[in-house]
């Protein structure tokens, strides 16, 4: 079974430039997931898809980040204008929906795009 | 609201030592809880998880209790290698379709040889 891809791995860019990173999930999954991990701290939720549609964005700074789950398979995140405090790996995971009492899965995540912003 | 708090590190152990990471968590409802696993260069692997109170996840020798009367998941290993420096997290989920995973703030873990 292929993993969660995410593309780039890696991106480095000019402070109030825009920059997006692309997430395929594993195929079937419905639930998707950005994440932020900034150096030394734990992954911090930014949005959360089910589907196609939000279910959590309430940790996404809508003023300048922007996500999008089209067909409710591949997502981007996009970053416009960025800042120097953006300089993080974003993580991309997905997850099956539960199926009737089966407790919650886990998450399953992809290599991550480490952005450097100067 | 739900979180995680685990010991912080930096970890450092000589190889064949006995781990302890410590994990507590705070949730309204019993959660799932996981550890995962982030080796350099790599994305976030699962490496155990136990989704009711009293289950023992287990994997590459890691093991972990669900207690709910501590509310406490910590991370156990009776030998550590050198192979098993990595930054190790601690994370909960509730049981609904719509919960996120909430992640704690993580600990290094380094084996000398």
């Known amino acids: 079974e292929a993993g969660v891809a995410q593309s780039p791995r890696y991106k480095i860019i000019e402070k109030r430039q825009s920059v997006a990173f692309w997430c395929n999930p594993i195929s079937g999954h419905a639930t998707l997931y950005w994440y932020q991990q900034i150096l030394g701290q734990g992954p911090k939720l930014l949005i959360q898809?089910?589907?196609?549609?939000?279910?959590?964005d309430s940790q996404l700074p809508k003023d300048r980040f922007s996500a999008e789950r089209l067909k409710g398979v591949d997502s981007t995140l996009k970053i416009q204008p960025a800042k120097l405090e953006d300089s993080a790996v974003y993580l991309c995971?997905?997850?099956?929906?539960?199926?009737?009492?089966?407790?919650?899965?886990?998450?399953?995540f992809g290599q991550g795009t480490r952005l450097t912003v100067v | 609201g739900n979180s995680v708090t685990q010991m912080e590190g930096p970890v450092t152990l000589s190889e064949e030592a006995f781990l302890t990471i410590n994990c507590t968590y705070t949730a309204t409802g019993y959660p799932s809880l996981f550890w995962y696993v982030q080796y350099p260069g790599e994305g976030l692997q699962l490496l155990l998880k136990?989704?009711?109170?009293?289950d023992k996840g287990s994997n590459k020798g890691f093991e972990a209790t669900y207690r709910k009367e501590t509310t406490s998941f910590h991370l156990e290993k009776g030998s550590v290698q050198v192979s098993d420096s990595a930054v190790y997290f601690c994370?909960?989920?509730?049981?609904?379709?719509?919960?996120?995973?909430?992640f704690g703030s993580g600990t290094r873990l380094s084996i000398r040889p």
């Open positions: 994370a909960l989920r509730m049981d609904s379709s719509a919960s996120k995973i909430i």
């Open positions: 136990a989704t009711k109170a009293d």
């Open positions: 898809f089910q589907n196609n549609g939000v279910v959590d």
């Open positions: 995971a997905s997850s099956p929906r539960p199926q009737g009492s089966v407790p919650n899965t886990e998450a399953f």
